[in-house]
């Protein structure tokens, strides 16, 4: 006998001298590697036979009769040992498995034969080596793999084989094989399954395959943790309503992600982009949970409310009336009343506490928990009676800007679904720190963020400092892709694509030809001058009273930390007025004219009651509505010159009426000189009017798509639109075209003689989108131009429409590009769509520098008292930034995701791949079985951005790493590495990878002929691998170099360091579980 230690002496080089021709070899171990193979390749291929006993069940289904049931792991470990052991990762990181593998299998079709041991029993292993002239047997032995030949080291504390040449011994172990080898009862072959799954590794790859392959092994957590109770049942029919069968493809995912995260989180926003359908999506969502009979409310604004109600009535014109929707509708307003009705609804006997699920519309309406004076705000009664009181409710909240400059807006609205406590949401979610953690150090980064010089502060960057539970909190709890995401990963043949956007067409416009009529300066600088006292009477009380009234109005806020001073709103409330004088006076003369007249009805008002007060002396309260209840997100605020008569009272005795009476005087005599200029100018005379029809001519000569007649056009105020109806009207009818005009209330009208109801404007604005034939077939006459407030800037498909006008600037971009979002939108018919914006004339500078000189950073949106720190700091740079974004506006359409100017969550979230997944494995089963280090090749497409190069998928084993918690997918690394060695995506970067592994792979069904057959012939048939195998290094050593950089700035950060926490070795540290080549053709995918 012999001892083998496998550190001087190894079993492999014995086996080397013992395996000569026509041997006849005997193997009894637990698992066989094709590594082992190829290290003894040489002396295997010249011996006879091989037998080869696995000693525990290994390549057997569960249908053999067991004594005990053996666990499944270690059972699936034997058979995936086949293309390697843990212990050979280095060989697997070769990549060479392909070729050894296309070798072994040959071999072993040849000369070996495979038998399972299909018993509990244990057996011995050892190898058995039968020559003419000698026997020798080798035992212990565990496996066949080049840890147990002693080439790799294991982690086994001892690895010694003792070497029997005796002859007696030798044949016992011989005859006790025999025995074994021939009884039926304990043994069953299974050499095809070995020459079938070792075929699998040479075979080609669908690249679909591999695609689902890298899904199953990162997200298999998700699957054990998935439940029948979270995945929408099927069995309630909801797949064969009539909405689900409207629905695009990712609307269909978005609504089964949807479900999962308010069964599972009891809560979800939706955020998808504009043009997305995210109406449609959510009616896809409440018609399950009504099937279900769960009771739905939708809390809208009241300016698209009729868009919720007309999908739940029974009516001709419901394209949806086959569900019958039974949701109730109910207005934000209607938080602040206890009285009347709403919809039908008596307000002060509804049980709002017995709602299964809410649907909240435009959620960011509820971002602020704003304080208030001794009152319940909305969001406190919403959280209040909707949500803690009554049955459990979920949350489902749409939102186009569910972030904009602070992330207390998020969490406010996640705060929604888990009824303001976040002990509940943090046993949900698997994140390190809890969601009020998470978002102090989100808020922390931000803050940050924000200090950085404009040009660095994108959204890209911003990214890379937030850390993996910020991310795994988005993923959990929301849903927002982008346009492009949804024309890059879906089917544009099924959904369809946007129009082409062609070059916005820029107006600028005087107000008048005259000139003797001012200009926006003079009036402007006209406006600087006015106190608008009358807004303002807390600016004049006498000093000896001033403490009883800030005891009354202002408001103790942070625990008392602070108080939000009543006057101080009313400073920022003549901030807004005259933010509101400019903005009417950029919209039309009509509407500025109004507007004036109502300041000076008010003021005229104010004027006569001290009059009064000084002839009588009777001490009268000035009174004037609450600021607070101002929805500055609509233009219509002031609409009704923000009257006398409200909760705000001022007692006349207390105030310097003489002080406040000059300053009335004062403002009614500019007002009045503003008035008697605006009255020069009459609708003939009225520049951008006569623009607006030379606009519409030019269109109706120069069609943009053949027959194409529509226009749309919008503005921010109900003034400007009646002003634009009655002369756009009788401009159309005179070629024979019907206007009709949308301001959000009972006053719509028509030429075509059609009710002026919303839906029917709308549905014969635009017949194809809105499908007239099915919902009005009897209803005559079309509308062709469309004349509307931002009533209808969200929710509504116009897409029969191809040109679109905004009369007015809305300051906000984002309002720009809602709007357009009504024409722009997936599946139109039009090959193109038109911009057209209006501008006063002026240059840019100037228009910016005016808008600067209005504003004051202390409007009532910022007043909510949370203690921020302004974000927006650097003035000059912003406002260089500023001019920037509206300068694009001039240029191009922007989408919201590509502005830059805050937090957008669109494509974060990994959502997507796990509902792939899910389907995938409805239809397919597991992927347990399936060996690592399987490849796919795809063609390099620039389209798609598939260069040249290689995506690697890896598995960390080592446990140390990742304490930092950057990669938000560990133990798994992504990486995307250029066949020039250049890294394409970084393994932080990992939707961005997912995103393009789907883009490339999904749909796949089949290898890639062409693409196969050019990688095959540059590493001839996978034999040489070195271009691969040296960018897999290059893809180790930058997940090291990025580890390390992240690392040192860490050093210089606030909250610690992840600096020596854990380091990455290297290649021994991970293991290759998939690669999809990009494959170039000439152009290699590996360094030349």
């Known amino acids: 006998m012999e001892v083998i230690n ?139 793999a080049t840890v147990d030949l002693g080439y790799e080291p294991g982690n086994a504390l001892t690895n010694m084989v003792n ?102 989180y009891n809560g979800c926003i939706l955020a998808d982009s504009v043009g997305l359908g995210k109406t449609f999506t959510a009616l896809g969502i409440i018609k399950y949970y009504e099937l279900r009979n769960k009771s739905v409310l939708v809390l809208c604004p009241k300016k698209i409310g009729d868009n919720w109600l007309t999908y739940r009535q029974n009516l001709n014109n419901n394209i949806l009336f086959k569900d019958r929707l039974r949701y109730d509708v109910l207005y934000h307003t209607d938080l602040s009343r206890t009285s009347g009705t709403s919809n039908g609804i008596p307000l002060d006997r509804l049980n709002w506490g017995n709602y299964d699920l809410l649907v909240i519309d435009e959620s960011h309406n509820f971002r602020n928990n704003e304080a208030k004076r001794g009152k319940e705000s909305r969001y406190q009664r ?24 602070r992330f207390n807006d998020l969490r406010n609205q996640l705060a929604l679904a888990y009824e303001g406590n976040s002990e509940e949401i943090n046993r949900k979610l698997k994140t390190e720190e809890g969601i009020d953690e998470i978002f102090r150090k989100a808020q922390g980064c931000f803050s940050a963020w924000s200090r950085l010089p404009a040009s660095e502060r994108t959204t890209s960057c911003l990214l890379e400092m937030l850390d993996f539970d910020f991310f795994e909190l988005l993923d959990s709890l929301t849903i927002a892709r982008s346009r492009k995401h949804i024309l890059r990963y879906y089917n544009a043949a099924e959904i369809g694509s946007f129009p082409q956007r062609l070059k916005p067409i820029s107006k600028f416009c005087d107000l008048t030809d005259r000139p003797d009529v001012a200009g926006y300066n003079e009036i402007f600088n006209e406006l600087s001058r006015i106190n608008l006292g009358v807004y303002s009477p807390l600016d004049y009380i006498l000093p000896s009273r001033i403490p009883m009234y800030e005891a009354k109005y202002d408001t103790v806020v942070r625990g008392g930390e602070s108080r939000l001073k009543q006057s101080d709103r009313e400073r920022s409330l003549k901030v807004l007025m005259r933010i509101n004088l400019l903005k009417r006076l950029e919209s039309s003369v009509e509407s500025f004219r109004l507007t004036l007249g109502r300041i000076i009805g008010l003021a005229q008002g104010a004027l006569f009651t001290l009059d009064q007060y000084k002839k009588t002396g009777q001490a009268e309260a000035a009174g004037y509505a609450d600021i607070e209840n101002i929805n500055l997100d609509d233009d219509s605020w002031a609409d009704d010159g923000f009257s006398f008569g409200g909760v705000i009272k001022v007692n006349l005795a207390d105030m310097d009426i003489l002080r406040w009476q000059e300053d009335l005087s004062d403002d009614l005599t500019i007002l009045q000189g503003l008035m008697q200029e605006m009255n020069k100018v009459t609708p003939e005379q009225d520049k951008k009017l006569s623009t607006l029809k030379q606009v519409i001519e030019d269109k109706l000569q120069n069609p943009i798509n053949e027959g194409n007649k529509k226009v749309l056009i919008f503005s921010a105020f109900a003034d400007t639109v009646e002003y634009l109806y009655k002369h756009v009207s009788a401009f159309a009818a005179a070629r024979n075209l019907h206007t009709g005009k949308i301001v959000g209330t009972d006053a719509n009208k028509n030429t075509a003689g059609l009710h002026n109801d919303l839906v029917t404007l709308l549905t014969c604005f635009s017949p194809r989108a809105k499908e007239k034939q099915l919902t009005m077939p009897n209803v005559a006459g079309e509308l062709d131009i469309l004349i509307a407030t931002d009533c209808i800037s969200e929710g509504q498909n116009l897409q029969d429409c191809d040109y679109l006008i905004n009369y007015d600037i809305h300051w906000n971009p984002v309002r720009i590009i809602q709007r357009f979002g009504r024409i722009d939108r997936i599946g139109s018919v039009n090959k193109a769509i038109q911009l057209v ?229 290297g290649l021994e540290d991970f293991e290759l579980i998939a690669f999809v080549v990009v494959e170039g053709g000439d152009n290699h995918a590996g360094p030349a």
Request: hydrophobic letters at 35%; a negative charge.
């Open 382 to 405: 919403l959280m209040r009676e909707v949500l803690r009181g009554g049955v459990k409710t979920k949350v489902l909240m749409l939102s186009a800007t569910p972030v904009n400059n």
């Open 837 to 1065: 914006n209006f501008w006063p004339n002026m240059t840019l500078d100037e228009y910016i520098n005016l808008k600067q000189r209005v504003e004051n950073r202390m409007v009532i949106m910022d007043m909510t008292a949370t203690g921020e720190d302004n974000v927006l700091s650097n003035e000059s740079s912003d406002l260089e930034y500023r001019k920037q974004q509206l300068s694009r506006l001039q240029e191009e359409v922007v989408d919201l995701d590509d502005m830059n100017t805050g937090v957008s969550i669109t494509d974060l979230g990994l959502n997507d791949f796990r509902m792939d997944l899910v389907n995938y494995m409805k239809d397919n089963g597991n992927m347990d079985k399936v060996p690592f280090g399987l490849h796919a090749v795809v063609s390099a497409d620039p389209d798609k951005g598939a260069s040249p190069g290689i995506v690697f998928v890896l598995r960390n084993v080592n446990q140390a790493v990742n304490r930092n918690n950057q990669n938000r997918l560990h133990p798994f690394y992504l990486v995307y590495i250029g066949g020039d060695g250049d890294i394409l995506s970084h393994h932080l970067d990992v939707k961005r990878t997912l995103d393009f592994l789907r883009s490339v792979c999904r749909g796949q069904a089949q290898p890639i002929r062409e693409a196969c057959e050019a990688f095959n012939r540059r590493t001839q048939d996978g034999r040489d691998m070195n271009e691969c195998s040296q960018l897999l290094e290059s893809t180790i050593r930058a997940i090291v170099d990025l580890k390390e950089e992240s690392d040192l700035d860490s050093l210089f950060t606030a909250g610690g360091t992840s600096a020596l926490l854990d380091t990455v070795r």
């Open 163 to 264: 070497r029997f040449s005796e002859f007696p011994v030798s044949k016992t172990y011989l005859d006790l094989f025999d025995q074994i080898w021939q009884d039926k009862t304990k043994l069953v072959d299974v050499t095809e399954q070995v020459v079938e799954h070792i075929s699998s590794v040479y075979k080609e790859n669908p690249p679909e395959f591999i695609y689902f392959f890298v899904l199953y092994n990162i997200f298999n957590e998700f699957l054990e943790d998935l439940s029948e109770d979270i995945l929408p049942n099927d069995a309630t029919g909801f797949k064969e309503s009539e909405i689900w069968k409207r629905l695009y493809h990712f609307q269909k995912d978005a609504v089964m992600g949807g479900i999962s995260k308010l069964e599972k």
């Open 6 to 144: 496998n550190i001087d002496k190894r079993l492999g080089d014995d086996l080397r001298a013992t395996l000569k021709r026509d041997a006849k070899v005997s193997v009894a171990a637990a698992f066989f590697s094709i590594y082992a193979y190829e290290a003894l390749k040489n002396e295997l291929e010249r011996i006879k036979e091989l037998r080869f006993i696995f000693t525990s069940p290994t390549f057997v289904s569960d249908q053999f009769p067991k004594e005990k049931r053996e666990f499944y792991i270690p059972k699936l470990n034997r058979e995936k040992n086949l293309y390697g052991t843990e212990m050979e990762i280095r060989l697997k990181n070769e990549l060479s498995q392909k070729a050894i593998a296309y070798e072994c299998a040959d071999w072993i079709r040849k000369k070996a034969k495979f038998r399972s041991n299909v018993t509990s029993g244990a057996m011995q292993g050892f190898i058995n080596t039968q020559t003419d002239a000698e026997l020798t047997t080798y035992m212990p032995v565990n496996g066949f």
